[in-house]
């Protein structure tokens, strides 16, 4: 069974930072790629970043202020959130599959992430 647990969330000030983690079971963690979407209240869910053999993508307005990488090893992916900003605030979510971002195969539950101004 598949599992993709995130932690890292909470409450932070506009400028300030948080990472993300994602820790991936029951796949083969190499051979997927892996992204973080959000979604804000009242929003439908975004794309946030992508990691994949290729290399990384960004939505355009994270770009320069987030970072996504991943540990093979110890089946984690991560997301560092500098310069975090009000609208940020979202619940964050981890997703797996061969063929993101088109689709994804496998969901976290997602983490809080709230940024105060």
């Known amino acids: 069974q598949v599992q993709l647990v995130e932690s890292g969330g909470g409450l932070v000030q506009a400028g300030g930072s948080l990472r993300l983690s994602c820790a991936a079971s029951g796949l083969i963690f190499r051979m997927n790629n892996m992204a973080w979407y959000r979604q804000a209240p009242g929003k439908q869910r975004e794309y946030v970043a992508l990691?994949?053999?290729?290399?990384?993508n960004y939505k355009d307005s994270v770009k320069g202020r987030f970072t996504i990488s991943r540990d093979n090893a110890k089946n984690m992916v991560y997301l560092q959130m500098n310069s975090l900003k009000p609208e940020d605030t979202a619940v964050y979510y981890c997703a797996a599959g061969n063929s993101l971002p088109l689709r994804v195969d496998y969901w976290g539950k997602g983490t809080q992430v709230t940024v105060s101004s």
């Open positions: 990691i994949r053999s290729g290399g990384t």
